[in-house]
Every structure is written in structure tokens, then in C-alpha cells.
């Protein structure tokens, strides 16, 4: 599975930005795509999640704000995280994630290359 993201930059307090995730290769396993997060000197935390029965779930510091959805099925389809009313503590690498079954159960983790949102007060 390969997962491209795209859609970071710099944004002033108040305003909205859309990240995108493609994935594409051998997406049948997958059962769940996330965002994740990481400013300087923090851990990664998840920010969003979807599952492929478009079940969402979001941390409590984005609620109301971020929206995630999934566009397309099939080998290739996209995430998207619509973020508004962005605030300087969304700064951070936002990372793509998906999480998929593998034989015996196994969990396969893939991730995407990061990219970098910066608000701006």
C-alpha cells in the first residue's frame, strides 16, 4: 500500500486548510486511514481516523473543527481532512495512516510521508 500526502502549508489563525491522502496499491486489507500529527518536541498523536465503514473518530482538540472523509473505493481512493477555524497549536507534520489484516490476522501499518502544517497567530 502507498499513501501520498499532500496539502500542508502556511496559514493564519482562523483559517482552512485541506490535507489529502491517495492510497493506492493493494488497499483490500485496509480497514482504517488516519491522520496523525507531530510538533517539535511532542509525540505523534492521532487526530482522525476513518474506518472503511465510514465510522470517524476524532481527538478531542479538533472536534467540531477537523472533518475527515474518504472519497472513492476499490484499489485507489483518498482521505481528506478538512481543517477549520485552524489554530497555532494545529502546527505540527501531519502524517497519513493506514491500517489493514494481513495473513493471520496480523495488523500491517502502513504510513505516508509527512507534511508540514504551520499556523500562524
Known amino acids: 500500500v502507498q499513501l501520498q500526502a499532500c496539502g500542508g502549508g502556511l496559514v493564519q489563525a482562523g483559517g482552512s486548510l485541506r490535507l489529502s491522502c491517495a492510497a493506492s496499491g493493494s488497499t483490500f486489507s485496509i480497514y482504517s486511514v488516519g491522520w496523525f500529527r507531530q510538533a517539535p518536541g511532542k509525540q505523534r498523536e492521532l487526530v482522525a481516523n476513518i474506518s472503511s465503514e465510514d465510522t470517524t473518530n476524532y481527538a478531542d482538540s479538533v472536534k467540531g473543527r477537523f472533518t475527515i472523509s474518504r472519497d472513492g473505493a476499490g484499489a485507489e481512493f483518498t482521505v481528506y481532512l478538512q481543517m477549520n477555524r485552524l489554530k497555532p497549536e494545529d502546527t505540527a507534520v501531519y502524517f497519513c495512516?493506514?491500517?489493514?489484516?494481513?495473513?493471520?490476522?496480523?495488523?500491517?501499518?502502513?504510513w505516508g510521508q509527512g507534511t508540514q502544517l504551520t499556523v500562524s497567530s
Open positions: 495512516n493506514a491500517l489493514g489484516r494481513g495473513a493471520s490476522d496480523t495488523i500491517l501499518d502502513y
